[in-house]
């Protein structure tokens, strides 16, 4: 059997993609994230959430400069790996935070605004998640796409959380901000662009 | 010299030196590069553990009265695991960042209501103390909590010395300007320099120390060094670290978590599991080392000691 270059590059950053959980579940393993672990595990569980949807949100311009489809084609695995790494977050907020104490919990949820929005993120995720198959995306046809714009909100809500948790210093968050807003102004420039080019096509 | 209480280590369960360097260098050399590894990490972590790191030993009593005997927090995570924003906003930042700095000569100013205003060498402040060793909880306002044995004296008997007047109702405490040294104040995280502040009973308190030492050395920089406050009922975010100025005021100094978020944080900041932070619970608490959350205690478990102060004052108003 043989692999075809891009079923090799998948199967390298299928790999790559798990790095950060591994190196995770090692140093928690052999107590190498100082002295509270546990707050460890969901700080960096959640920082690579935002870093994979980065990652997601970046395919679509990289195929514009680079003017070469395997960007695209690398977006779904992302975009899963985004989910992945959010379902590990909130994993370690239900166990290690409140220890499933489900009526604590919604309390929580309900009460704290960044709570509110971490977990809004991750449910809009879900249904991303669900109809991320080829099956799905032949079946929701021209909706697929439009379901799919959701990630532009979920990778604010993502960031707006994180600025939201910090005490007094921003910095790391409004990072992550500032890479969002290019990503996303890429897209608004092309769309820009296209109206304007689509009206002139018109007159 | 070396005096220590009977209670802490036995001379001999000391291993030493020349034993434990003899023993690492007969595991290097015999054995493989991968079994001494793990060996002297194994040396390295039990020799560690409940003593300081070598830095200068303190002559002191303890004081069983005021001290807790739940586990104390491990001496590494104690003094790795720092919120010193002076030298970076990540907890493992302080414990190298704070090694550049200068903590002799030090010298303290004391001004406003007293009778004895003055700049004050840290010699002359410490001199007359004995140094007790006060074995308390500490709880951030970040829900976590760990046991510190401090090594200190009664704030109460150095405030007497400097006689403040009838018009002193608080005291205002300030840490050292040095953005050279404290790399964390070229950023405006906070409005430098940190200030923190106390109304007169709480730092006349028998609980309220300064503190010089920990773990029967001398206070690492990363923890406060050369001095600092330990208000043990309140959120650790007012024990202010490596102070240079005490100031007496008829007005209520402003921290300066306070002028950051007034709405987060307030003068009092009692630990108070009734009252939450607007933005989290404060009802539970991680003890480092632990699985388990525990319930955080109100003022911090030392309810008997200073509820009195508070009495018919509205705690979520005044939080």
Known sequence: MSLSHIQFVKLVLFVVCLIPATVLGWNFYHDQLGANPFEALTRESGE?????????????PLR????????????????LYSFFYACLHLLTYLWF???????EITKDILKRPFITVGITAWILLLPLAVTSTNSMMRRLGRRWKHLH????????????????MVKADLREPLIYAAILLILLGYRVTKWWQKRAFS????? | MLIKKPFAVKPSEITDRSVYMNRRKFMQTTSGFFL?????LVTAKTSEQQQGAGLAKLDYQATAAYSTDEEKTPYQHVTQYNNFYEFGTDKYSPAHEAQSLTTRPWSVTVEGEVAKPGTYTLEDILKPHALEERIYRLRCVERWSMVIPWIGFPLADLIKRFEPTSRAKYVEFTTLHRPEEMPGQKRRVLDWPYVEGLRMDEAMHPLTIMAVGLYGEVLPNQNGAPMRLVVPWKYGFKSIKSIVKIRFTEQQPVSAWTRTAPHEYGFYANVNPGVDHPRWSQARERRLGEFLKRKTLLFNGYADEVA??????DLSKNY
């Open chain 1, 64 to 79: 514009g400069v680079l003017h070469q489809s395997w960007p695209l084609q690398l977006r779904r695995m992302l975009g």
């Open chain 2, 308 to 313: 009195s102060l508070y009495t018919g004052m």
């Open chain 1, 149 to 164: 714009r959701s990630i532009y909100l979920i990778a604010s809500l993502g960031v707006l959380h994180f600025l939201w």
């Open chain 1, 97 to 103: 935070d409140q220890f499933f104490d489900w009526q």
């Open chain 1, 199 to 203: 009206i002139a096509a018109r007159q």
């Open chain 1, 48 to 60: 690579w959430t935002l870093r994979f949807l980065l990652a997601t949100l970046l395919m679509t």
């Open chain 2, 36 to 40: 001494a590894g793990i060996s002297s």
